[in-house]
Each structure stands twice: as structure tokens, then as C-alpha cells.
């Protein structure tokens, strides 16, 4: 079975500090994709960034970064130096091999502090 | 370049109606994906379509609600017969190709109230 659990419910971070959103997830497929996503107040899903299972180097773009520990089977999100928009919820999502479809966690609701 | 198009952003009906729910994929993508989201929850994949077929639907309801992605025009999520459970936010998301890297790129949402 697939399945993505994100532990964090909410999150507070201080502006400018960095901040780990935590995801793990569980597959039997060799090959699979883990994606974040952003969901602001607003509500449409923006793409942030993705990491392959056969990636030797952590994924980044700009200032996320994904902390990809594949013993473990986990793909935390760091986001560094916080910005008020970044206020927002944070969605991790997996697609296996052998499935054309998105698994996605329960999200992280990350609020950012002035 | 426009983004995936989903309309209408906010649909209201009452018990017993049919709602409606249209993407009009990303210029160039041919693979639809249709997703629901309930409040406080993350997305659950509802079904997955290329032009004029369905590919997986293994996340929809067997009644109700149906899906299609013609030749022409947009894909279009349908709900008979709406119930109270039927309220969410329903996303489409399209890609280029299937590849295991590939992103979804998804829409507005349409926000489905059932009165």
C-alpha cells in the first residue's frame, strides 16, 4: 500500500529563520517520485520542487531544499530564510512507479511570524 | 502560457442536482487527472484520463459521478444526483507525459457547496 504521512499538523517559524517540514512515506515500488506542494489561503496547488528515489544528491530550488533519506523513507522540505508568503499549506506527495496517480499526505500548515 | 483552467471556481447546487465540474488541460498536455479535497484534508486521487479514454478510475465512486476527456474541448468531472458529502474543493491536474518525474500541474479548484 502507498501512503504519505505528514506528522505536523501546524508549524510556526520565525521570519527569516529556516524551517523542516516533515514527511515520510511507505512503498514497495523501487522507483517512485516524492513532490511538495504549496497551498496557500487561496487555494490552488503550486509546485515547489521534486526529488527522484535513484537522486544521489538532495533536490533544491532556490530557497527549498528536500532532505531525502531513502533508508528511512523520508523527504522533509526545508525552507530557508521564511517569508511571510510563505505562510501557506505544505502538501508532500508521492507517485510510485506502477501508478500513474498522486499520493498525497494530510499537509503541514506552516504559519510564519513577523 | 496558460495554466490548467477549471471552471466555475465556486458551484452551488441543492440536493439532488448535477454539478458540472471543466478543465481545460495545460497547451500541450494530454493527461488529466482528477483529485478531491475535504476540508482539512490533503488530495485523494479521484481519476486519471487521456484523450478520450479513461486510464484509471479506481478512486471514484462507482455511482454518481463519471468523467470524460473528449477528442475536443475540456475534460469534464460530472456528479448526479449531489449529496451533502459531495461538498469540496475538487482539483484537475495535467502533465505532458506519465513519467514517474513528471509534476501534475493543477488548477484553481472548483469549490463545490451542496446546499
Known amino acids: 500500500a502507498q501512503k504519505i504521512t505528514q506528522t505536523q499538523p501546524g508549524m510556526f517559524v520565525q521570519e527569516k529563520e529556516a524551517v523542516t517540514l516533515d514527511c515520510t512515506y511507505d512503498?514497495?515500488?523501487?522507483?517512485?517520485?516524492l513532490f511538495w506542494y504549496k497551498q496557500p489561503s487561496s487555494g490552488e496547488m503550486i509546485f515547489l520542487i521534486y526529488q527522484g528515489s535513484y537522486d544521489e544528491q538532495n533536490a533544491t530550488e532556490g530557497r527549498y531544499s528536500l532532505n531525502f533519506q531513502k533508508a528511512r523513507k523520508s523527504a522533509n522540505l526545508v525552507i530557508s530564510a521564511s517569508q511571510l508568503g510563505d505562510s501557506a499549506m505544505y502538501f508532500c506527495a508521492m507517485r510510485p512507479y506502477n501508478f500513474n496517480k498522486f499520493y498525497f499526505g494530510s499537509g503541514t500548515k506552516l504559519n510564519v511570524k513577523p | 502560457n496558460a495554466g490548467v483552467m477549471q471552471n466555475p471556481r465556486h458551484l452551488v447546487r441543492r440536493r439532488g442536482q448535477e454539478a458540472r465540474l471543466r478543465c481545460s488541460p495545460m497547451?500541450?498536455?494530454?493527461?488529466v487527472y482528477w483529485y478531491r479535497q475535504l476540508p482539512e484534508e490533503g488530495l485523494k486521487f479521484m481519476v486519471y484520463?487521456?484523450?478520450?479514454?479513461?486510464?484509471?478510475e479506481s478512486g471514484m465512486p462507482k455511482e454518481r459521478f463519471s468523467a470524460e476527456f473528449p477528442k475536443e474541448g475540456p475534460s469534464i468531472l460530472r456528479i448526479q444526483q449531489v449529496v451533502r458529502g459531495d461538498s469540496a474543493a475538487y482539483f484537475c491536474?495535467?502533465?505532458?507525459?506519465?513519467?514517474?518525474?513528471?509534476?501534475?500541474?493543477f488548477g484553481d479548484g472548483t469549490r463545490l457547496s451542496i446546499l
Open positions: 484520463l487521456q484523450k478520450e479514454n479513461i486510464i484509471d
Open positions: 512503498t514497495s515500488d523501487q522507483s517512485y517520485g
Open positions: 491536474a495535467s502533465s505532458p507525459t506519465q513519467g514517474v518525474g513528471q509534476p501534475q500541474h
Open positions: 497547451k500541450g498536455h494530454s493527461h
